[in-house]
């Protein structure tokens, strides 16, 4: 290693830095560190190490020299350290890159993160001439410093490889409370969109948008929609149906095939027992009138027992909690009435 003294604007880039976020800095920390800057000398201790051609290439923080540059000047020189080839060969140069970011910025941000893991993955199967497993990733990863479970580098690579191109873009880390906001998707969510073909996801995530429900609800109707019938799946891409809608409709639709077994059973000679389907049928559908007819009085009760000079609709929640349950109670309804059509056409 030795010292030298070098224009900021010489200092080449980490070759490996357009990996990570395509090699884009973050605004704010660059401006956050210009601050400090403005307000003291640059004292950091920049490493660098010269290639081939004799350019001199950062290992690592160009939050920091982009920063500098932006005080400074480009042509302000500051003295570096610089190995050698020999001293700090390209092994070296990405692990270094990816432990500063996993460090800094990759449990906060999911590109960067994303970013990290893919690189690693790209790095360590260039060494072993085969796949690496998410296991051996998060081994690696930790070792850098950053503790992370192996079922969290498998949903990062799950994403990766199947989500839409433009889901990808407004992923964040975590869920908080609704599924969507501010325009992100958590990362939960984004796992459970990955999961279905890349054609259906922008369909479901403008559904899901939405509805403003939990990432759980989000993943119940992604696996519900996966085992319905085409016929339906279709209906949902077209709109005809609502996410919301489709455990109703998958029952209306179980309805109507047992309705017709009990038609291909009679074989034509025994209308009773046709008869005795709609019975059981029905009596099913009572049990869920009932449960609702219950929910409905609680909340007439729960309207009731509130004064108007307390009702603040800039209480999300309580906007949310009402329209919820509304929406809910039509969705309900329209089954019913489905149901009970389909019972008239087999009775009268």
């Known amino acids: 290693m030795k010292q030298i003294k070098i224009a900021l604007k010489n200092i080449k880039p980490n070759p490996w830095k357009k990996e990570i976020n395509g090699g884009k800095l973050d605004e704010e920390t660059v401006e956050k560190l210009m601050e400090g800057y403005a307000q003291t000398v640059f004292h950091e201790n920049i490493m660098c190490r010269e290639n081939k051609k004799g350019e001199y290439e950062l290992i690592y923080g160009h939050h920091r020299l982009e920063a500098a540059k932006r005080v400074y000047g480009k042509d302000f ?28 910025r990759g449990g906060e941000d ?3 993160m994303t970013d990290c893991i893919m690189l690693t993955k790209k790095w360590m199967e260039s060494k072993t001439k085969s796949k690496v497993s998410h296991v051996e990733i998060a081994k ?77 609800k989000v993943r119940d109707f992604v696996n519900d929609y996966k085992c319905s019938p085409k016929k339906i799946q279709e209906r949902i891409m ?29 074989n034509g000679k025994s209308p009773g027992l046709r008869v005795l389907e709609t019975k059981r049928i029905l009596e099913n559908l009572r049990g869920d009138i009932v449960e609702a007819e219950r929910n409905f009085t609680r909340f007439i009760n729960k309207m009731g027992s509130m004064k108007f000079n307390q009702i603040n609709w800039k209480d999300n929640q309580q906007k949310q909690t009402f329209a919820r349950f509304i929406r809910e109670s039509v969705v309900k309804a329209e089954k019913w009435a489905k149901v009970l059509e389909v019972a008239e056409r087999e009775l009268v």
């Open 140 to 216: 690696f990863l930790s070792k850098q410093g950053k503790a992370i479970r192996t079922d969290m580098v498998n949903k990062y690579l799950k994403i990766e490889d199947n989500l839409h191109p433009d889901l990808k873009r407004i992923v964040t880390k975590g869920d908080r409370g609704g599924v969507i906001e501010e325009g992100k998707i958590g990362l939960e969510t984004a796992l459970s969109l990955s999961s279905l073909d890349k054609k259906e996801q922008k369909s479901i995530y403008k559904q899901i948008e939405s509805l403003n429900i939990n990432k759980d």
């Open 77 to 104: 020189e500051i003295n570096i350290n610089a190995y050698s080839l020999a001293e700090f060969d390209d092994d070296k140069m990405i692990i270094d890159l990816i432990r500063e970011n996993i460090l800094q």
């Open 110 to 112: 999911f590109k960067n």
């Open 238 to 266: 077209n709109g005809k149906v609502r996410l919301d809608q489709l455990k109703d409709e998958i029952s209306l639709h179980n309805y109507h095939e047992e309705y017709k077994k009990a038609k291909d059973a009679a």
